[in-house]
C-alpha cells in the first residue's frame, strides 16, 4: 500500500506556478495506486491553468487506480472550483485530517 504523498500549492496557481505543480504531480500520475492530498490552505488564487493541473493529474492518477483528494480550500477557491464544475469530479474535503481519512477508506477498499 502506497503512503499517502502530500502536496500544498502556495499563492497563486497559475499560468506561471501551475507548471511547477505538474512536475511534482506528474511522477505521481504514472504510480500504481498513488494517494494524493492536495492541501489547498495556502493557495490564495486558482487560475484555469491551475484547475487544468489538477484535473489532469486526478485524471492519471485515478487510471492507475489511486485516488486524489483536495483539501482546506478557502471561500473563492471553492467557488472558483464551483463555477468550473470540477467539485462534480474532484473530491474535496473541508478538513486535513477528513482528507487523510477519505484516502485511507481508499487503500482499505483496493486492499
Known amino acids: ?4 504523498v502530500v502536496v500544498k500549492p502556495t499563492g497563486r496557481l ?4 501551475a507548471r511547477a505543480l505538474w512536475d511534482e504531480l506528474e511522477p505521481l500520475t504514472r504510480q500504481p495506486h498513488a494517494r494524493v492530498l492536495a492541501d489547498m ?9 491551475g484547475l487544468r493541473v489538477l484535473m489532469r493529474a486526478h485524471r492519471g492518477i485515478q487510471n492507475n487506480h489511486g485516488k486524489m483528494v483536495l483539501c482546506c480550500l478557502s471561500e ?3 467557488e472558483i472550483i464551483g463555477m468550473a464544475g470540477i467539485d462534480r469530479v474532484l473530491e474535496i474535503q473541508p478538513t486535513f485530517q477528513s482528507a487523510q481519512q477519505a484516502l485511507e477508506r481508499a487503500a482499505q477498499t483496493n486492499s
Do not use: P, Q
Request: glycine content about 4%; proline content about 0%.
Open 76 to 78: 473563492r477557491l471553492g
Open 1 to 4: 500500500m502506497s503512503e499517502i
Open 41 to 49: 490552505s495556502a493557495t490564495r488564487y486558482l487560475s484555469s491553468d
Open 14 to 17: 497559475d499560468a506561471l506556478t
